[in-house]
């Protein structure tokens, strides 16, 4: 059963502090992606990784930053965070090379920043 | 530019009552995939079909169904006879040939009333 996990479901940070969103996928996928949901704006792209070490900024990249030293494994960073990055977090794999590949999802982080 | 709406913010239906959800996308690109997800309560999206912009034939499996029609740039979900297990929120996308990321609607929650 393929899969993709993030490190946490819920996670409660204060303004200002580092975060580190985790997530894994055990499918051998070239490419990760990073989105946030927020109601009534559905699913935006942060960040995507096409490649280990790889990324490219998606539609709203601003504040955060991403690592992938490891195919399998693409991290999400806020450098300092804010009360408008309070969101759901969600983690997605999927096969390189063609665009009509189904995206894998994690469960997703809940976020809140105090 | 790419867009995809669903006008649709929130549906309810009394069980085994028909439900359509509408979603109508924008894209210059002659080739061109669609997708629709499904997020139940615990939170991962979950693929439900992918169909392809040469490819109109409609689709049927089990109680859900999918309508393409360029003619109106629309790629509508049907589902019959609804169960509670219906209630998620659904996610309309649309990806573009060489493009690794997805553009999601805003998506419609659909409740489904015992």
């Known amino acids: 059963d393929v899969k993709v996990t993030q490190s946490s479901r819920y996670l409660v940070k204060r303004t200002g502090e580092k975060v580190f969103l985790e997530c894994v996928q055990d499918m051998d996928h070239e490419n990760m992606f990073w989105y946030r949901q927020d109601p009534g704006l559905g699913l935006r792209l942060i960040y995507f990784?096409?490649?280990?070490?790889?990324?490219e900024k998606g539609d709203i990249p601003e504040g955060y930053s991403v690592s992938r030293e490891k195919k399998e494994r693409f991290s999400l960073i806020l450098e300092s965070a804010s009360t408008n990055q309070t969101s759901m977090y969600l983690c997605a794999s999927t096969l390189g090379g063609e665009s009509y590949n189904e995206q894998f999802f994690g469960p997703g982080t809940r976020l809140t920043v105090l | 530019a790419q867009k995809v709406t669903q006008a649709q913010t929130e549906i309810s239906v009394v069980e085994k009552e028909d439900v359509t959800l509408d979603c109508v996308y924008e894209?210059?690109?002659?080739?061109?995939?669609l997708f629709w997800y499904k997020q139940p309560p615990s939170g991962e999206l979950v693929f439900l079909i992918r169909r392809n912009s040469f490819d109109e034939q409609n689709e049927i499996s089990g109680r859900y169904s999918w309508n393409f029609q360029k003619s109106t740039s629309s790629f509508n979900f049907t589902i019959t006879a609804s169960q509670v297990v219906d209630s998620a929120v659904y996610f309309c996308?649309?990806?573009?040939?060489?493009?690794?990321?997805?553009?999601f609607g805003t998506g419609t929650r659909l409740t489904v009333i015992p």
């Open positions: 894209t210059r690109d002659t080739t061109y995939y």
């Open positions: 990784s096409y490649d280990v070490k790889m990324k």
């Open positions: 996308a649309l990806s573009e040939a060489g493009a690794n990321n997805l553009f």
